[in-house]
C-alpha cells in the first residue's frame, strides 16, 4: 500500500511549483510506460478470428489505452532535461522488463501463462497507479494536461473491469492459489515502481 | 498498527488495552478503515475495556484479494484473528457491512460472544436494498469509486453533517480515495451474489444484542433492523434520533454512550432481552439514555389517535 503521506507530499510539490515541463513529463514517462505495456499486450486481438464479449472488452481496452496515449503526447508540455528521461527509465525498468517477459516469444496469444500474468500486469498498472490524489485542488480544471489526466484517471476504473472478469472468471489450468500469488507479485511490484515514482515527483 | 498472517491473509488490527478485560471487537462498514475506531477507543479503554478494531480483507492495509473472497470468510478470518490473539470471547460492535458479518459470526461462532451489537445492518437482502447493491456496484464499475464516494455521503450523513462539512469533505474523499481500492471495494460488493439470507439462522443467536438503527437511516431502512428485533429472542432494538446510516460517525458520543449503557446492563446481569424498541436520548449525558418508543417505530409518520373534524381535515383551495 502506498501511503498516505507519499501522495501529500508530491502533491505539496506540484502546489507549490504548478506542473510545470519537469513534473508533467515525470508523470507522461510512468502512465506511457504503463499504458504502452499494456496496449502491446491487447495488441494481439487484432489477430483474433472473431470478435466475442472478451475480445469485445480487449479491444475497447486496446483503443482507449491508444487514446491515453495520443492524449498525453499531445497535451505534455515536455521538459527538454535529458536527465529525467534516464532517472524515469532506471524508476520504470520493473515495468518495462516485466513486459518484456510478458510479450516474449512465442508472445501470449500462444503462450497461456505468459497471457494470465499480462492481465495480471495490466490489473496492478489500472488498480495502483492512480494520480488523482496528486492533483492540488488549485489547478485550472480546463488544463489540457489535467483534463487528460483526469480523464485516463476515472477510464482506468472502467478498463480495469476486463481484467477483474477475466482474473475470475477465465477457464485456466493455473491452480488457484499460484494466480494469487501470480497477482499479488504484480501488485507489489507495481507499488514499488509507483512509490519510488512518487518520491521522484515530490523531489527535485 | 500491527499485521498478522491468518492463513494465506494478512490481516491488520489495532489492540488498546489489557487483553485480560472484557474485550470489544469493533467491525467496519464497507470503505470504512480500523483507525475509525480510535475515538470509540479513547472512550472505552479508560471504562475499563479493551478494544480491537482491524481492516477487514479487502480494506485498508489488510490483504485485498482480487480472485476470490467468499462473503463467509470474513467471520471464520475473526474467528482466526481471536485465536491468534488469545482473546477467548469478545464483545462485538459492528456496522453495516460489518454487521452481516457479525451477525454471520453470532451464528457459527456465538459461543465466542459476550454480547452482540449490529447497526445499520441487515440480515437478508430485500428488494430495495438489492436495488440499492445494484446501484452501488453498477456506479463502481461503470464509473468509478468517486462516483460512490458522492454516493455515500448523502447516504451515510444527514443535511446538517453534509452542510457543516463542507470544506473537509474534499480531503476526507481524498484519503478515502487513497485508502480503498475500487477492485477490493467490488470484491466485497461482489460477494454478495452469492449470499444466502441469514434470517432462517438468526434465532440461533443466544447472546444479548442490542440493534442500533438511525431515524432517518433509509439506506438500511427501519424494516431491515426489525427482522432482525423479531428474530433473535435476546435483542432489543434501539433507534437514534435524527441519525442517518453513519451515526457512529456523526453521533459518536450518543453511539458510544448507549454502548457503554448496554454493556454495563450485560457485565452485570440487569440485561433483559425482551425485543422491546427503545429511542436513544439526545443527550449522551442524560441520566435515562434509553426512552421508550411510542406509536409504530416501523413508520415515518406518526397518526393520531382521534379523527380530524372534517372541516380541518379537507384542506380548501381558493
Redesign the interface.
Known amino acids: 500500500m502506498i501511503e498516505a503521506s507519499t501522495y501529500d507530499q508530491a502533491r505539496k510539490r506540484i502546489s507549490a511549483l504548478g506542473f510545470t515541463p519537469d513534473i508533467q513529463t515525470k508523470i507522461t514517462l510512468l502512465l506511457s510506460t504503463a499504458k504502452s505495456g499494456n496496449l502491446m499486450f491487447h495488441a494481439g486481438v487484432q489477430w483474433l478470428p472473431r470478435l466475442d464479449l472478451i475480445h469485445q472488452a480487449m479491444l475497447t481496452q486496446y483503443s482507449r489505452e491508444l487514446e491515453a496515449l495520443t492524449l498525453l503526447s499531445r497535451t505534455t508540455q515536455w521538459s527538454l532535461n535529458p536527465a529525467l528521461a534516464i532517472r524515469g527509465g532506471q524508476i520504470l525498468a520493473p515495468l518495462t522488463l516485466a513486459w518484456g517477459q510478458v510479450m516474449l516469444p512465442p508472445g501470449p496469444l500462444l503462450n497461456p501463462q505468459a497471457a494470465y500474468r499480462g492481465i495480471s500486469l495490466g490489473h496492478a498498472q489500472l488498480a495502483r497507479i492512480r494520480l488523482a490524489p496528486v492533483i492540488p485542488d488549485q489547478v485550472d480544471p480546463l488544463n489540457p494536461f489535467i483534463v487528460a489526466l483526469q480523464r485516463i484517471e476515472l477510464e482506468n476504473g472502467r478498463l480495469l473491469q476486463t481484467q477483474i472478469r477475466l482474473l475470475k472468471d477465465m477457464p485456466t489450468s493455473v491452480p488457484l492459489a499460484d494466480r494469487e500469488a501470480r497477482v499479488l507479485a504484480d501488485q507489489q511490484l507495481v507499488d514499488g515502481v509507483f512509490n519510488d515514482f512518487l518520491h521522484w515527483l515530490a523531489s527535485d | 498498527m500491527p499485521t498478522i498472517q491468518c492463513g494465506?491473509h494478512q490481516v491488520h488490527y489495532e489492540l488498546i488495552g489489557d487483553t485480560g478485560r472484557p474485550v470489544i471487537t469493533f467491525l467496519n462498514g464497507l470503505t470504512q478503515n480500523a483507525s475509525l475506531w480510535r475515538g470509540y477507543a479513547d472512550y472505552f479503554v479508560p471504562r475499563g475495556y479493551a478494544v480491537l478494531a482491524y481492516d477487514l480483507l479487502g480494506q485498508?492495509?489488510s490483504s485485498k484479494?482480487?480472485?476470490?473472497l467468499k462473503l463467509a470468510l470474513h467471520a471464520d478470518m475473526l474467528d482466526q484473528l481471536l485465536d491468534r490473539l488469545a482473546i477467548t470471547q469478545t464483545h462485538l460492535v459492528a456496522i453495516s457491512f460489518g454487521g452481516v458479518i457479525a451477525l454471520d459470526f453470532a451464528i457459527r461462532h456465538g459461543q465466542r460472544l459476550r454480547s452482540l451489537t449490529v447497526m445499520s445492518t441487515f440480515a437478508e437482502l430485500t428488494p430495495h436494498l438489492e436495488f440499492f447493491g445494484a446501484v452501488m456496484l453498477l456506479g463502481?464499475?461503470?464509473?468509478?469509486?468517486?462516483y460512490l464516494q458522492h454516493l455515500l455521503y448523502p447516504l451515510n450523513m444527514s443535511s446538517a453533517w453534509i452542510a457543516a462539512h463542507q470544506e473537509q469533505i474534499?480531503d476526507m474523499k481524498?484519503?478515502g480515495?487513497?485508502?480503498n481500492?475500487?477492485?477490493a471495494l467490488?470484491n466485497l460488493m461482489e460477494s454478495f451474489v452469492a449470499f444466502t439470507p441469514l434470517t432462517p439462522d438468526l434465532p440461533r443467536i443466544r447472546v444479548p444484542t442490542l440493534i442500533m438503527n438511525g431515524e432517518f437511516d433509509f439506506f438500511t431502512p427501519r424494516e431491515c433492523h426489525d427482522l432482525i428485533r423479531r428474530q433473535i429472542s435476546n435483542s432489543r432494538l434501539l433507534l437514534i434520533q435524527h441519525a442517518y446510516h453513519a451515526f457512529t460517525l456523526e453521533y459518536p458520543a450518543v453511539t458510544m454512550r448507549q454502548l457503554e449503557v448496554f454493556l454495563g446492563q450485560v457485565s452485570d446481569g440487569s440485561w433483559r432481552g425482551d425485543q422491546s424498541v427503545w429511542v436513544a436520548a439526545d443527550d449522551p449525558g442524560a441520566p435515562n439514555p434509553w426512552l421508550p418508543c411510542a406509536g409504530d417505530w416501523r413508520r415515518a409518520i406518526q397518526i393520531g389517535t382521534a379523527p380530524a373534524p372534517v372541516a380541518d381535515a379537507v384542506p380548501t383551495h381558493s
Not at chain 2, 484479494?65 to 476470490?68: F, H, L, Y
Not at chain 2, 463502481?140 to 468517486?146: K, S
Open positions: 494465506k485498508g492495509r484479494p482480487i480472485i476470490e463502481l464499475t461503470e464509473v468509478g469509486l468517486p474534499p481524498r484519503a480515495f487513497i485508502g481500492d475500487g477492485y467490488q
